[in-house]
């Protein structure tokens, strides 16, 4: 500095300085060297500026484009980094690494059901115990929603890429207590190896996340290799999705319809509308395959209006035809839910088909409702004004406000298969199954169970007092043909064991 200062007269640069509360600070200083005629230094003039709040800013940019700013974890472009380099390092060493891509299980329930900070407080606690149990070295990513990704950087075996992950499962057993809601959550997790399953960040990523896929489809928390057949199986949802959207120009949906049964007379009160899709090449696919990449795609909104349609049409033929009287249940998705001409698109049908509104039965999910409750009083307040009636469908897996319940008015709650399932003998579902029933009779509504197989299931609904039950026991759901037939019997009652 003073070597310039003498030689041209001026000097700038970046300095620390000290403030007089002793604080040490980055400043740009500017120094200019004034002289008197002789041509004599008598002063220097320094200009600086404080860089403390524009170092910060650059801090925090260089922190954004690496980290997660909910969870501080570093993010998927600086897993993309650390990859790379594990590449490179595991080439040179001969060995492997593991990339696990884990997704929390049910996360959308609880963000629906709970409110969004609900949903950033479980990523954090979920961000803290998968840490918890990483080992030195080992990077935790997160890549975005509620999916993460963690790096093994050495692994000499895949099994440890495994053992990881029963770590990681075993981290998510203790519940966690949520703005006083205590919650289990569990996560599905799938593994891709280098260099068996991908040469680099994008294939392993991808490999990872059909792995992932798999895991969730096979009934969540748990863990799944990359295996190549996996491919094939995305290949065909990738066909699905790019064929859904002739669907419905095509008329190749139909529904089916699962009757609905008075528990006490036998007598068929209505069926629930079930879409199923009848695929050129794959056959008939159930809703289970196309309902969420329509949710996904957007055209849910198209073919449910078409499923209000179709089935206000079909009572309506019933109804000429002189069959005995009855409601349909149909499913709305949440998307549908919130369109606004919701209630129109319902109304247009019912009366160009010539019915009354009670022929209706409108079923959405605990989650469809508590969800932006506001909005749901007002098209709920819609729906019950036009005299259609309204359930709510897998009761029991979602969180409920009871006392919303109440003033939503719902006629009745399905009771979740889940616990019907383990009817007589899981006296937990037993005892939810009775709850469940006994709060419907205090708040007036109906309780109908839902996939009731066996006998003893059904015997134990009946004693309890449960109202109507749907299930394989009685009838699966049947093309509109079949289910005629057994309209025309009396009653649907079970077989009864031969003694
Ligand atoms: P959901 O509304 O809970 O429908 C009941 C599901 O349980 C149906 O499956 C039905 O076939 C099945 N089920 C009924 N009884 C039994 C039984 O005894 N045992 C067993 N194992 N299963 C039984 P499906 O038809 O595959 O429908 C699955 C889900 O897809 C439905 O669940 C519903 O949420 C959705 N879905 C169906 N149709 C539509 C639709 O038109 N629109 C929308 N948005 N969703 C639909
Ligand atoms: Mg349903
Ligand atoms: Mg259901």
Redesign the pocket.
């Known amino acids: 500095m003073w070597s310039l200062l003498n030689e041209q007269g001026s000097w700038q640069g970046e300095v620390w300085n000290r403030r007089k509360n002793g604080e040490i600070y980055p400043e740009w200083l500017a120094i200019n060297a004034v002289r008197n005629l002789l041509g004599e230094v008598t002063h220097y003039v320094a200009i600086f500026s404080d860089l403390t709040e524009r170092k910060a800013a650059d801090e925090r940019i260089q922190f954004l484009a690496h980290f997660d700013v909910l969870t501080n974890l570093p993010n998927r472009a600086h897993m993309h980094d650390r990859v790379d380099l594990a590449i490179q390092n595991a080439n040179r060493d001969g060995q492997r690494l593991a990339l696990l891509l884990l997704d929390l299980d049910r996360f959308k329930t609880v963000n629906e059901s709970l409110g969004h900070s609900a949903g950033d407080t479980l990523l954090q606690v979920a961000a803290d115990r998968i840490k918890s149990v990483l080992g030195p070295g080992e990077t935790l990513a997160r890549q975005g929603g509620d999916e993460f990704i963690i790096l093994l950087p050495v692994i000499s075996d895949p099994s440890e890429a495994a053992i990881a992950a029963e770590k990681i499962r075993d981290a998510f057993v203790d519940s966690i207590d949520l703005h006083n809601h205590v919650l289990t959550i569990t996560s599905s997790i799938g593994i891709s190896v280098y260099p068996d399953d991908g040469r680099d960040f994008e294939t392993l990523v991808r490999n990872a996340d059909a792995a992932m896929y798999h895991a969730k489809s096979s009934g969540r928390n748990s863990y799944k290799f990359y295996t190549a057949d996996l491919n094939a199986r995305a290949r065909e949802t990738l066909a699905v999705e790019s064929q859904l959207r002739f669907a419905l120009e095509r008329s190749e949906f139909v529904?089916?319809y699962?009757p609905q049964v008075e528990m006490a007379t036998g007598r068929i009160l209505g069926a629930?509308?079930?879409?199923?899709w009848q695929h050129p090449a794959l056959g008939l696919l159930?809703?289970?395959r196309f309902?969420s990449v329509a949710e996904e795609r957007g055209f849910?909104v198209q073919?449910?209006n078409w499923?209000i349609r179709e089935a206000c049409r079909q009572l309506a033929e019933w109804q000429r035809e002189g069959l005995p009287k009855l409601s349909l249940a149909?499913?709305?998705?949440a998307l549908?839910f919130r369109q606004q001409d919701l209630s129109e698109v319902l109304q247009r049908s019912l009366t160009s088909n010539g019915l009354a509104g009670n022929v209706l039965d409108i079923?959405v999910?605990e989650s469809v409702i508590m969800d932006d409750v506001s909005s749901t009083i007002q098209t709920i307040d819609a729906i019950k004004s036009m005299g259609l009636q309204l359930s709510i469908?897998?009761f029991g897996t979602g969180y409920s406000s009871l006392s919303y319940l109440k003033r939503f008015k719902a006629d009745k709650l399905?009771i979740?298969?889940s616990f019907v399932q383990d009817i007589p003998n899981d006296s937990d579902d037993t005892a939810i199954s009775k709850a469940i029933i006994n709060m419907a009779k205090n708040l007036n509504m109906k309780v109908v169970a839902?996939?009731?197989?066996t006998l003893e299931q059904w015997q134990f609904l009946r004693e309890q007092g449960c109202d109507q039950v749907?299930?394989?026991?009685l009838a699966?759901?049947l093309p509109a043909e079949d289910f005629v037939k057994l309209l025309l019997n009396e009653t649907l009652l079970p077989p009864q064991p031969s003694s």
């Open positions: 529904l089916h699962q629930e509308a079930l879409i199923r159930g809703p289970a309902i849910i073919v449910g499923v149909i499913n709305l998705s549908q079923e999910t469908d897998d399905k979740d298969r839902e996939g009731v197989e749907q299930g394989y026991l699966k759901p």
